[in-house]
């Protein structure tokens, strides 16, 4: 049992390249997200999905896109890489139910030169 | 707007000092306020889940109690093990969001 598991672990980009960060979840989870951490801003979020075949737009979407590939997977993309995008990314799931606890991936350093 | 603060920013403590970390919280409808631990350069790690005011959890020598505009994490005799960032969420009706406090630095000294 993995739990949540992403790739890759650390990614140097130059400005305007493209990259898709990968998520999947062996729990049988319904509900994903993509976070993204920064210094003194704390965990805010990009993009979630409540249930397989649904998205929706968190706090800070622009820039991205995400697709929920089935149950398990779900990747986030960033189309033209900027440097506001240097950022450490969190994936995570939760168990059918709004309020049941988030169980996190081990996060994608990425780097935006 | 929904709203979490945590405080203080970062706290030293030595070894056996017992101390408490704040979360307070500006929300249109509570449905849960989490507790998460931070080690560097992992994801955070699923701590405790309060639903109501009054409600009081506690894990070896963590303690969380929650009213009604913020929530303590109470940290008794802590070892340098302890020592990570705490974070807050909380999770408001009718959305499926999580909005985080920036979380508390803890440094335990042995």
């Known amino acids: 049992n993995a739990g949540v598991t992403q790739t890759p672990k650390f990614q140097v980009l130059k400005t305007g390249q493209s990259m898709t960060l990968q998520c999947a979840q062996d729990?049988?989870?319904?509900?994903m997200y993509w976070y993204r951490q920064d210094p003194g801003m704390g965990l805010r979020l990009i993009y979630y999905s409540a249930s397989e075949g649904t998205t929706d737009k968190g706090e800070v979407p622009n820039g991205y896109n995400v697709s929920r590939l089935n149950k398990r997977e779900f990747s986030l993309r960033l189309e033209s890489a900027a440097p506001s995008q240097t950022s450490v990314y969190f994936c995570?799931?939760?168990?059918?139910?709004?309020?049941?606890?988030?169980?996190f991936g081990p996060g994608t350093r990425l780097t935006v030169l | 707007e929904d709203q979490v603060t945590q405080s203080p920013e970062a706290l030293r403590l030595q070894e056996g000092e017992s101390s408490s970390l704040n979360c307070s919280y500006t929300?249109?409808?509570?449905?849960?306020l989490f507790w998460y631990r931070q080690d560097p350069g992992k994801g955070p790690e699923f701590l405790f889940t309060?639903?109501?005011a009054g409600e009081e959890k506690e894990k070896e020598r963590l303690k969380a109690t929650l009213t009604k505009k913020e929530s303590f994490l109470h940290i008794t005799a802590p070892k340098p093990e302890d020592s990570a960032t705490y974070l807050c969420?909380?999770?408001?009706?009718?959305?499926?969001?999580?909005?985080f406090g920036t979380g508390t630095r803890l440094k335990v000294l042995a």
């Open positions: 929300v249109s409808g509570l449905r849960g």
């Open positions: 969420a909380v999770f408001t009706s009718g959305t499926y969001k999580y909005i």
């Open positions: 309060l639903y109501s």
């Open positions: 995570a799931s939760s168990a059918t139910g709004t309020d049941n606890e988030q169980f």
């Open positions: 729990m049988n989870h319904n509900s």
